[in-house]
Nanobody, 125 residues
Framework: VQLQASGGGLVQAGDSLRLSCAAS???????LGWFRQAPGKEREFVAA????????MYADSVKGRFTISRDNAKNTVYLQMNSLNAEDTAEYYC????????????????????WGPGTQVTVSS
């Protein structure tokens, strides 16, 4: 399985960005998640989505501003990020793992099997 994130960039506070992550080599049902890591900090959970797309979870810090979605026909997960602020500056990573059920999501880094290279998001204040 390979994951490739894209869509990062340099924006100003209050702006929006949409990240995409395309998965290849997948088989069966799988959950997807977004994590981020700022310099000097541990990687942290941002958002997760189940295979069905009907169940999602967000970190408190992004709830109400970020939206995760997926298109299984395109094997792609998206992260719409609105009202960005300087604290959102980080390298963003997408991750996936197989699931037996279609409504399961995961929020911890150790629960994910596959990781893609990150995409940098920088928010200037």
């Amino acid at each position: 399985v390979q994951l490739q994130a894209s869509g990062g960039g340099l924006v100003q506070a209050g702006d929006s960005l949409r990240l995409s992550c395309a998965a290849s080599g997948t088989f069966g049902t799988y959950a997807l998640g977004w994590f981020r890591q700022a310099p000097g900090k541990e990687r942290e959970f941002v958002a997760a989505i189940a295979w069905s797309g009907e169940r999602t979870m967000y970190a408190d810090s992004v709830k109400g501003r970020f939206t995760i979605s997926r298109d299984n026909a395109k094997n792609t997960v998206y992260l719409q990020m609105n009202s960005l602020n300087a604290e959102d500056t980080a390298e963003y990573y997408c991750a996936s793992r197989p699931t037996a059920g279609s409504n399961t999501y995961y929020t911890r880094t150790k629960e994910y099997t596959y990781w893609g290279p990150g995409t940098q998001v920088t928010v200037s204040s």
